[in-house]
């Protein structure tokens, strides 16, 4: 494996309906091949203050991502900025909403839509506005943007799961079913990334209610999955919680980059060589 990272964030994924439905990250599990960990997400569990926790480790009353409605560029030195200024290629298929985080605020749908530009902190992006978006067509974007740039980080973030969520409840055949279909297709493409020599990170934002809602701080929608398939972490089913917190500066660590200043030290049980 090299320092490459696949970043994969199924938006609205509780951790819960990840164990149970997701047979083949399942297997990654029980077979060793990675590592399992819960993720107690920041309050207030909402999309955009949570995108945020993930791309910079920084907190809502600090970075000041407070409500989906802020919408504005972040302050915050994110994993884009970071990649980029340690000569890095970074690339992205992401909901509009990460654009309007790190490149430009705010998105304009008939010219934001493709973004390449090496100069802004997202090097290359494909963004959809859509919440319905097929998670299919999603990965086949950031399939495109590894064969096309081979980038040292890419960062794909999925949106049916939350959607169909919000639409049928966290306790409905639909939402098991929109987590079944997203490891389905993670299983068709992960072999051949991990073959690519990618290490893969797959977590959530926030998780799901059953009254097809999020934001609060029960355990439903604040505790969501975290895989992580690298020879820097020993694969195992772990059972501490992790921190929301340390996605960003682990993402450094397999990147083989500084954090940010921002950024705390990693608290991972398995992490090798920190
Ligand atoms: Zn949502």
């Known amino acids: 494996m090299s320092n490459k990272l696949a970043f994969i964030m199924l938006d609205g994924l509780q951790y819960q309906t990840a164990v149970e439905q997701m047979g ?22 909402m999309s955009r203050p949570l995108y ?13 991502i407070l409500t989906n409605q802020t919408v504005r560029l972040s302050k915050e030195e994110s994993l884009f900025h970071l990649t980029k200024k340690n000569g ?26 493709f973004q390449n530009d090496e100069d802004r902190a997202i090097q290359h992006g494909i963004f959809y506005s859509e919440d319905h978006y097929p998670d299919s067509h999603l990965f086949a974007d950031a399939h495109h943007l590894m064969e096309t740039y081979q980038p ?37 493409i992960l ?15 926030h998780g799901m209610n059953d009254d097809g809602d999020h934001g609060g701080t ?39 980059i500084s954090p940010s200043k921002e950024m705390i030290k990693v608290e991972l049980p398995g992490l090798l060589n920190q």
């Not at 083949?24 to 569990?45: F, M, N």
């Not at 945020?52 to 000041?64: A, D, I, M, Q, Y």
């Not at 639409?167 to 389905?184: F, H, L, M, P, V």
Request: proline letters at 5%.
């Open 52 to 64: 945020e926790v993930l791309l910079t480790g920084t907190l809502p009353h600090k970075n000041g």
């Open 191 to 205: 072999p051949q990334w991990i073959d690519n020599g990618y290490q893969i990170i797959i977590t959530a934002d």
């Open 88 to 113: 890095l290629t970074n690339a992205t298929a992401s909901y509009y909403w990460v654009s309007e985080l790190y490149n430009k605020a705010p998105f304009v749908q008939l010219t934001d839509r």
């Open 24 to 45: 083949y990250l399942g297997h990654l599990v029980e077979q060793k091949i990675a590592a399992r960990y819960l993720v107690k997400s920041e309050v207030p569990s």
């Open 218 to 256: 029960l355990n439903d929608v604040r505790d969501v999955p975290l895989l992580v398939i690298s020879d820097k972490v020993r694969p195992d089913d772990y059972d501490q919680v992790v921190r929301q917190l340390n996605l960003a500066p682990l993402a450094c660590h397999l990147l083989g």
């Open 152 to 188: 040292d980080f890419l960062y794909v973030h999925s949106m049916n799961i939350d959607d169909t969520g919000h639409k049928y409840t966290a306790d409905s055949k639909e939402y098991r079913g929109s987590a079944i279909r997203a490891d389905i297709i993670l299983a068709n």
